[in-house]
């Protein structure tokens, strides 16, 4: 059940997101876009002119404690001044809710380094607790056992404000869901976005699904969010990998139904790797570069973690630039998902059941 501070809650579907500028003699876009959902609850986005990754994060506060889930792609509080930031959202917040042991948690949806590259900021914060990346580290803190991880949850409540965390393999083995009841919200992460969908291990990706799916059933789901968009506003088109401006973006949530649709489509594939396959919604990238080495990381520029499929240069991984084709797989166009798959793969554009 909602709580009062969402009855003023903003319409998720009409938020205009930064997405970029067309050149750098364009106006300046502000490093990290704020946006208040409500009373307790901020979405950030972290600007395209800083790392074409541009993810989300997430801030949710309670009477005890905020969660901030996920540090973006940039590090450097200079360019990326996100402790500044939060510090002064919550000191907004505590100005009228006055709290002096008011705790600060940063966790993550999973450890790639589009979502762990600032975590350093927070540091020497006091009251805060930065939470490790891997699997044991994420156990450990939110008291999961070997009963809960990965095929349960556990409850983490802060302060009036109680959170439900599903472990979420598939496209990192540390990968969590947190449900908000107060919002009705399900945070993905790279898990289920309206973008490219990089499955790892495809068997703990449908079990994953499987139990996402079982639990929107039963909970109250008003959003599914991920920590990207990657879509444009036409069926079956995302963005090219790389890219540093997306004009037309597609919105941000998902509903509950997409859960069910990207289950059966990954599922139709039969665990077919190096599959890459456009749905209206989201492309699936199933085991991308099954048996290959990964792409060396950039010299310069911050690490995304991100999986790359084969067809990209590292220098599109530092966001310096559009995707490029490299060796004998071309054929990209732009905003197209009919991508060439990767070397001894496959590529289709099929319609995703329709749940807009």
Not at 235 to 245: F, S, T
Request: aromatic fraction near 6%; include cysteine; glycine fraction near 8%.
């Amino acid at each position: 059940m909602a709580d009062d501070t969402t009855r003023t809650a903003t319409d998720l579907y009409a938020v205009a997101w930064n997405h970029g500028t067309p050149s750098r003699r364009s106006a300046p876009e502000a490093p990290i876009q704020v946006h208040r959902h409500d009373q307790r609850t901020w979405i950030l986005r972290q600007s395209k002119t800083l790392n074409y990754e541009a993810p989300f994060l997430f801030l949710l506060l309670g009477t005890e404690r905020a969660l901030l889930l996920d540090t973006g792609a940039v590090g450097d509080p200079e360019a990326f001044p996100l402790r500044a930031t939060v510090d002064s959202l919550l000191a907004e917040h505590l100005a009228a809710h006055p709290r002096e042991d008011y705790r600060l948690v940063v966790a993550h949806t999973h450890p790639h380094g589009d979502h762990v590259a600032a975590d350093g900021q927070f540091a020497d914060r006091p009251a805060t607790v930065v939470v490790g990346h891997g699997v044991e580290a994420v156990r450990e803190f939110f008291g999961f056992t070997d009963d809960t991880w990965p095929t349960g949850s556990v409850v983490f409540d802060l302060g009036g404000r109680p959170l439900e965390l599903l472990p979420s393999p598939g496209h990192h083995e540390a990968s969590v869901t947190v449900h908000d009841p107060a919002t009705g919200w399900l945070l993905t992460g790279d898990t289920v976005l309206p973008g490219r969908l990089y499955i790892s291990d495809a068997a703990a990706y449908l079990a994953t699904l499987d139990r996402l799916v079982d639990f929107a059933k039963t909970h109250e789901v008003s959003h599914v969010l991920g920590c990207h968009v990657e879509m444009t506003d036409r069926p079956r088109r995302d963005y090219p990998l790389g890219a540093v401006q997306q004009p037309r973006e597609r919105p941000l949530p998902l509903t509950a139904a997409h859960l069910s649709g990207i289950r059966d489509a990954v599922a139709a594939l039969g665990g077919k790797k190096d599959t890459i396959r456009a749905y209206d919604d989201f492309v699936v990238y199933l085991e991308p570069g099954h048996g290959q080495a990964p792409p060396p990381r950039p010299r310069t520029g911050p690490p995304t973690g991100r999986p790359l499929p084969p067809t990209v240069t590292p220098a599109a991984q530092s966001g310096r630039g559009p995707a490029r084709s490299a060796g004998p797989f071309r054929g990209r166009r732009t905003g197209d998902a009919a991508v060439t798959a990767a070397a001894g793969g496959e590529h289709r554009r099929d319609t995703c059941l329709e749940t807009k």
